[in-house]
């Protein structure tokens, strides 16, 4: 069965670094997305792509974040500048109508 | 805002019904979803709900939508130790059918004991 995979599934930075987090979405899906949770806290919409851009974006995707299709099969997601308050696991999800399927989730820790 | 509220612990002997229960605010929700999180994975989509639905069931779960009350509730027959995981309830955010973005709850613990 097709899934959504990511990697790596645990990354340490420190704090001000840059840090890409990748996933690969099903393959024959048109949208994508971005989630975020931090510890204790609600699952939080980040971001939805589709046909290579934004199509809406919540009040933490800032300037510091950033999302890309580079090549057709990757989905990333980029902080340029990592802060202590971006610790959380991080999933992305893909969707071809209204049923999203969610990765494993990226969990990142910055010291 | 747009907001979705869950108990956070449920605890039910194995072969007993299971009811996990949400209630949201957006009224204009057009899809309402379960999804349920093992420990160490992600999020594995069991079940979501058309608006213009009030029920439907799937084998061992059943989803019962009240849009009045705005009240979503999903029942797991027969509940096995296997079930025991975090139960989301998400739905579509206002104005957001389109974009897909979903608004999830805070998780409902399901403990199930032998």
């Known amino acids: 069965e097709p899934e959504v995979t990511q990697t790596p599934s645990h990354q340490v930075t420190q704090m001000g670094q840059e840090v890409i987090l990748r996933c690969v979405p099903i393959?024959?899906?048109?949208?994508f997305y971005w989630y975020r949770q931090i510890l204790g806290q609600k699952v939080e919409f980040l971001v939805s792509?589709?046909?290579?851009?934004?199509?809406?974006k919540s009040e933490i995707f800032d300037d510091q974040f950033s999302v890309e299709r580079p090549d057709g099969s990757n989905f990333t997601l980029k902080i340029r500048s990592t802060k202590l308050e971006d610790s959380a696991m991080y999933f992305c999800?893909?969707?071809?109508?209204?049923?999203?399927?969610f990765g494993p989730g990226t969990r990142l820790t910055v010291t | 805002g747009e907001d979705v509220e869950q108990s956070l612990f449920l605890s039910v002997r194995e072969g007993d019904s299971s009811v996990i229960n949400c209630t949201y605010t957006?009224?204009?929700?057009?899809?309402l979803y379960w999804y349920k999180q093992e420990p160490g994975a992600g999020l594995q989509l069991l079940t979501y709900?058309?608006?213009?639905?009030d029920m439907k069931q799937d084998q061992r779960l059943t989803v019962l939508l009240n849009k009045k009350d705005k009240h979503l509730s999903l029942r797991i027959a027969d509940t096995q130790t296997g079930d025991s995981a975090i139960y989301f309830c998400?739905?579509?955010?206002?104005?957001?059918?389109?974009?897909?973005?979903?608004?999830f709850g805070q998780g409902t613990t399901l403990q199930v004991k032998p």
């Open positions: 957006d009224s204009s929700s057009t899809y």
């Open positions: 999800a893909s969707s071809f109508s209204y049923e999203q399927y």
């Open positions: 709900i058309f608006s213009n639905m």
């Open positions: 998400a739905t579509t955010g206002h104005g957001s059918s389109n974009t897909g973005k979903l608004i």
């Open positions: 792509f589709y046909n290579n851009e934004i199509s809406e």
């Open positions: 393959s024959n899906h048109l949208y």
